[in-house]
């Protein structure tokens, strides 16, 4: 693994405040620390401000007021290249009129540490290929992006950020787009990532596949972390009835003891 | 395993169009209306001995063969590095209303002749064209510029209006010239290539040089760009940064070109798509191939222009779009 030569670094915010220029809407994050090692499951409903909150971690969007902490480095002193070495994003979406070949947009995440020219050395191409491995995609090396599924295209962007080598991992509704088996195969990627000492934050929309794989869940509503703890804590009744509104329905995964969630049902008739 | 790209496999790539580029520099000289004998430019190289060959050779075909390349060069680049910033497949030099602003610089120094503004290098035509370029660059700067850089979408709908508007601006013009005045802004509009001697080559220096330098130094920053600012901004670039040094540097080199050779179209949209077709979007390739390339292609078509007619010469931009169009379409059709 190519991350496990690096001190610790985690991610902390505190004080974070942010407004839209043409809203109300307001972003409030008083105190919030990333967990080493583990995936963290960032979740709430559309508009709760989670991959703004994202966004602002990574150092994507300016921050206004409040500071963001990358181990002991303020984010706002940061140039963009040193950030990219120790913090890896993954955007909701990105564009697909260019239709590069999957090396090459795994090798763009070696940009940060490149020097002008942008040419691969040896070691550069061995960490490329150690990413692709990492993501199961070693195999699409050269194949183009639009011949791929859409769980193949996730893991090979997925690949291009961990080329960065990043001890942080920022990653925006991954899998929001893929079926249940890539879901469940890009979790399992990211659980053998973790394990080797990557810090994870995942914005996602499945509470229960957040339930599975993730040690901690942040609910988060109207720009506000309303809940931070492991699944039993989240999973209340009361607190995601509130947050989310429509009746759900608590229950236990039939596997192992982790909550699960689902909307109640009643037949109209 | 395999790399995505070497330094050998690079310089390989660039060679295989710098040289057909050359090639083209060439030949086309000794290509055009008046038959020159080689015999006689050798004797006036030799002995000193000037005679109508040498002339024609050294300050009309060659001085004519250099700016052709360098404006059809310079199109397609700032076309290639445009396309990628605007996320716009259509876009070209001219998407930002650079042209419009230059056109109607150019259109006021001809309808009024008593404007005489010459300056160093710079006639007084080419000193409106780019006056007007320089306003319409700052007008859609002005009217897009954010704190986190520069929205694109309002970048692209600013020009697209600013050039409407100066479409406008320039029928009214036209409306005030009179008859032998209109033959000239037409001819402008039309745009062209002739120049005499060095003097005039000298004034689209100035600008493009740093232009193009600019641009050059954008590749790989571009190439990470293709894929969304978001992961370009992730994976480190200073994505604000290099819009507004695209901008800058795109702004610059097309004010420069146009305001010598007027309006050319076709060039910047069909080239850069051409070397994408041909070898991939690795633009540190695009980028020089798309010089490479658009100069010939431009040389060429200029050639044609200035001999099929003979001695009248026929507007450039009608053969770009009249050969360019159909090869573009063929290259195209050879993808699917």
């Given at each position: 693994?190519?991350?496990?030569?690096?001190?610790?670094?985690?991610?902390?915010?505190?004080?974070?405040?942010?407004?839209?220029?043409?809203?109300?809407?307001?972003?409030?994050?008083?105190?919030?620390?990333?967990?080493?090692?583990?995936?963290?499951?960032?979740?709430?409903?559309?508009?709760?401000?989670?991959?703004?909150?994202?966004?602002?971690?990574?150092?994507?969007?300016?921050?206004?007021?409040?500071?963001?902490?990358?181990?002991?480095?303020?984010?706002?002193?940061?140039?963009?290249?040193?950030?990219?070495?120790?913090?890896?994003?993954?955007?909701?979406?990105?564009?697909?009129?260019?239709?590069?070949?999957?090396?090459?947009?795994?090798?763009?995440?070696?940009?940060?540490?490149?020097?002008?020219?942008?040419?691969?050395?040896?070691?550069?191409?061995?960490?490329?290929?150690?990413?692709?491995?990492?993501?199961?995609?070693?195999?699409?090396?050269?194949?183009?992006?639009?011949?791929?599924?859409?769980?193949?295209?996730?893991?090979?962007?997925?690949?291009?950020?961990?080329?960065?080598?990043?001890?942080?991992?920022?990653?925006?509704?991954?899998?929001?787009?893929?079926?249940?088996?890539?879901?469940?195969?890009?979790?399992?990627?990211?659980?053998?990532?973790?394990?080797?000492?990557?810090?994870?934050?995942?914005?996602?929309?499945?509470?229960?596949?957040?339930?599975?794989?993730?040690?901690?869940?942040?609910?988060?509503?109207?720009?506000?972390?309303?809940?931070?703890?492991?699944?039993?804590?989240?999973?209340?009744?009361?607190?995601?009835?509130?947050?989310?509104?429509?009746?759900?329905?608590?229950?236990?995964?039939?596997?192992?003891?982790?909550?699960?969630?689902?909307?109640?049902?009643?037949?109209?008739? | 395993?395999?790399?995505?790209?070497?330094?050998?496999?690079?310089?390989?790539?660039?060679?295989?169009?710098?040289?057909?580029?050359?090639?083209?520099?060439?030949?086309?000289?000794?290509?055009?209306?008046?038959?020159?004998?080689?015999?006689?430019?050798?004797?006036?190289?030799?002995?000193?001995?000037?005679?109508?060959?040498?002339?024609?050779?050294?300050?009309?075909?060659?001085?004519?063969?250099?700016l052709?390349?360098l404006v059809?060069?310079t199109l397609?680049?700032v076309?290639?590095?445009?396309?990628?910033?605007?996320?716009?497949?259509?876009?070209?030099p001219?998407?930002?209303?650079i042209?419009?602003?230059a056109?109607?610089?150019?259109?006021?120094?001809?309808?009024?002749?008593?404007?005489?503004?010459?300056?160093?290098v710079f006639?007084?035509?080419q000193?409106?064209a780019l006056?007007?370029s320089f306003?319409?660059?700052?007008?859609?700067?002005?009217?897009?510029?954010?704190?986190?850089?520069?929205?694109?979408?309002?970048?692209?709908?600013?020009?697209?209006?600013?050039?409407?508007?100066?479409?406008?601006?320039?029928?009214?013009?036209?409306?005030?010239?009179?008859?032998?005045?209109?033959?000239?802004?037409?001819?402008?509009?039309?745009?062209?290539?002739?120049?005499?001697?060095?003097?005039?080559?000298?004034a689209l220096f100035p600008l493009l040089l740093p232009g193009l330098?600019?641009?050059?130094?954008?590749?790989?920053?571009?190439?990470?760009?293709?894929?969304?600012?978001?992961?370009?901004?992730?994976?480190?670039?200073?994505?604000?940064?290099?819009?507004?040094?695209?901008?800058?540097g795109g702004g610059l080199a097309t004010a420069a070109v146009v305001s010598m050779s007027?309006?050319?179209?076709?060039?910047?949209?069909?080239?850069?798509?051409?070397?994408?077709?041909?070898?991939?979007?690795?633009?540190?390739?695009?980028?020089?191939?798309?010089?490479?390339?658009?100069?010939?292609?431009?040389?060429?078509?200029?050639?044609?222009?200035?001999?099929?007619?003979?001695?009248?010469?026929?507007?450039?931009?009608?053969?770009?779009?009249?050969?360019?169009?159909?090869?573009?379409?063929?290259?195209?059709?050879?993808?699917?």
């Amino acid at each position: 693994m190519a991350t496990n030569n690096k001190p610790p670094q985690t991610l902390s915010i505190s004080g974070l405040r942010y407004q839209y220029p043409d809203s109300k809407w307001n972003l409030a994050v008083d105190d919030f620390s990333l967990s080493e090692g583990e995936i963290t499951a960032i979740i709430g409903p559309n508009g709760s401000g989670k991959s703004t909150l994202l966004r602002l971690a990574a150092g994507v969007q300016p921050l206004s007021t409040g500071t963001i902490h990358i181990g002991q480095n303020d984010l706002k002193k940061m140039d963009r290249r040193s950030i990219a070495r120790v913090l890896g994003y993954l955007p909701q979406s990105t564009p697909y009129e260019f239709d590069h070949r999957v090396i090459n947009v795994v090798s763009m995440g070696r940009y940060a540490h490149l020097s002008l020219s942008g040419f691969l050395c040896e070691e550069d191409m061995n960490i490329v290929k150690q990413c692709l491995e990492q993501t199961d995609a070693l195999s699409l090396m050269n194949r183009r992006l639009s011949h791929l599924s859409g769980g193949e295209r996730q893991r090979v962007l997925l690949a291009s950020v961990l080329a960065q080598e990043p001890a942080i991992l920022l990653l925006d509704e991954p899998t929001s787009a893929l079926d249940l088996h890539h879901q469940v195969n890009f979790f399992d990627i990211l659980t053998r990532l973790v394990k080797g000492g990557l810090s994870v934050a995942v914005v996602m929309h499945d509470l229960n596949l957040a339930s599975l794989y993730c040690e901690r869940i942040v609910l988060m509503n109207h720009g506000r972390i309303v809940c931070d703890g492991t699944p039993d804590d989240v999973f209340q009744y009361d607190l995601l009835q509130d947050v989310y509104g429509g009746d759900i329905v608590l229950s236990k995964h039939p596997q192992v003891n982790r909550p699960v969630v689902f909307p109640r049902f009643e037949r109209e008739n | 395993m395999k790399r995505p790209i070497t330094p050998r496999t690079y310089l390989i790539c660039i060679l295989l169009y710098g040289a057909p580029f050359l090639a083209v520099l060439c030949i086309t000289p000794f290509i055009g209306g008046e038959t020159i004998h080689l015999s006689e430019i050798i004797h006036a190289l030799k002995e000193g001995g000037w005679n109508a060959s040498a002339e024609i050779f050294f300050f009309q075909r060659i001085p004519r063969v250099i700016l052709a390349a360098l404006v059809g060069g310079t199109l397609a680049v700032v076309g290639a590095s445009f396309q990628v910033i605007l996320h716009n497949p259509l876009a070209e030099p001219y998407t930002l209303g650079i042209t419009g602003g230059a056109s109607i610089g150019a259109a006021v120094a001809i309808l009024f002749p008593w404007l005489m503004a010459s300056w160093w290098v710079f006639n007084t035509v080419q000193i409106f064209a780019l006056a007007g370029s320089f306003c319409v660059l700052w007008i859609i700067y002005f009217i897009s510029r954010r704190p986190e850089g520069v929205t694109i979408f309002t970048l692209l709908l600013a020009g697209v209006t600013v050039s409407i508007m100066s479409a406008g601006a320039i029928m009214f013009l036209r409306y005030l010239a009179s008859p032998y005045l209109l033959l000239q802004m037409d001819r402008w509009m039309m745009g062209g290539l002739d120049v005499i001697g060095y003097r005039e080559l000298a004034a689209l220096f100035p600008l493009l040089l740093p232009g193009l330098g600019i641009l050059f130094s954008c590749m790989v920053e571009l190439n990470h760009l293709t894929m969304g600012e978001e992961l370009a901004s992730g994976h480190g670039v200073d994505v604000a940064g290099v819009q507004k040094r695209v901008f800058i540097g795109g702004g610059l080199a097309t004010a420069a070109v146009v305001s010598m050779s007027g309006p050319i179209g076709f060039v910047g949209l069909i080239v850069p798509h051409t070397v994408r077709q041909l070898s991939g979007y690795d633009h540190r390739i695009v980028l020089p191939a798309s010089f490479f390339l658009g100069g010939a292609f431009l040389v060429a078509c200029d050639t044609v222009a200035r001999t099929i007619f003979s001695p009248t010469e026929l507007p450039v931009g009608i053969i770009t779009a009249l050969v360019g169009g159909p090869l573009f379409i063929r290259i195209l059709l050879n993808k699917n």
